[in-house]
T-cell receptor, first 118, second 115 residues
Framework: SQTIHQWPATLVQPVGSPLSLECTVE??????LYWYRQAAGRGLQLLFY??????ISSEVPQNLSASRPQDRQFILSSKKLLLSDSGFYLC?????????????????FGPGTRLTVT | AQSVAQPEDQVNVAEGNPLTVKCTYS??????LFWYVQYPNRGLQFLLK??????LVKGSYGFEAEFNKSQTSFHLKKPSALVSDSALYFC?????????????FGKGTMLLVSP
């Protein structure tokens, strides 16, 4: 069966510090991978998604970036955190599919990382 | 514009009563619709989806959803609510962008089931 891991579970970082959140998936090959942010107001915002190694689409221009160094690893980074970066960060995976197919499949979410920027 | 809406921030229902959580959508082309549930401080869990076929879709934990094309709705239902159903529910729809598609989520509806 497939599992998805995220770490760390919680993180408190000062403004201006760097960030690295990691997501890994087990039990599937070449998944589509997604990063979302959920703010306190509960809405889910898609940040990045990837259909393969090195293939990443950015949905929202901001001080965050994503990388996919391995097939089942997805990393969310920032060089300098802002207060507005606080939130609940969720990684998700879905069955493989190129860009036009990515929205057809259900997504499976990790447990999330609670980030507080102080 | 392509979008999904959940008109209710919160739904209250007594245990044992039927529940409905509403969702409406606006997309170009055929809709692909999903429901997810989120428990506190957890990731979202997939409940069910509509791609094509029967308008009544059955999913996990006794939930079902009714697709209504004329009303552009995809309401989540359960015949008998449990206290443990209390959670945040999200409707999502596939939207088409230039050269790719993604899921867009509604703002969520908090379901509170009282004993």
């Amino acid at each position: 069966s497939q599992t998805i891991h995220q770490w760390p579970a919680t993180l408190v970082q000062p403004v201006g510090s760097p960030l690295s959140l990691e997501c890994t998936v087990e039990g599937t090959s070449n998944p589509n991978l997604y990063w979302y942010r959920q703010a306190a107001g509960r809405g889910l915002q898609l940040l990045f998604y990837s259909v393969g190694i090195g293939q990443i689409s950015s949905e929202v221009p901001q001080n965050l970036s994503a990388s996919r160094p391995q097939d089942r690893q997805f990393i969310l980074s920032s060089k300098k955190l802002l207060l507005s970066d606080s939130g609940f960060y969720l990684c998700a995976w879905s069955s493989p599919g190129q860009w036009l197919l990515a929205g057809l499949y259900e997504q499976y979410f990790g447990p999330g990382t609670r980030l507080t920027v102080t | 514009a392509q979008s999904v809406a959940q008109p209710e921030d919160q739904v209250n229902v007594a245990e044992g009563n039927p529940l409905t959580v509403k969702c409406t959508y606006s997309v170009s082309g055929n809709p692909y619709l999903f429901w997810y549930v989120q428990y506190p401080n957890r990731g979202l869990q997939f409940l069910l989806k509509y791609i094509t076929g029967d308008n009544l879709v059955k999913g996990s934990y006794g939930f079902e959803a009714e697709f209504n094309k004329s009303q552009t709705s995809f309401h989540l239902k359960k015949p008998s609510a449990l206290v443990s159903d209390s959670a945040l529910y999200f409707c999502a729809v596939r939207i088409m962008n230039s050269g790719y598609s993604t899921l867009t989520f509604g703002k969520g509806t908090m379901l509170l089931v009282s004993p």
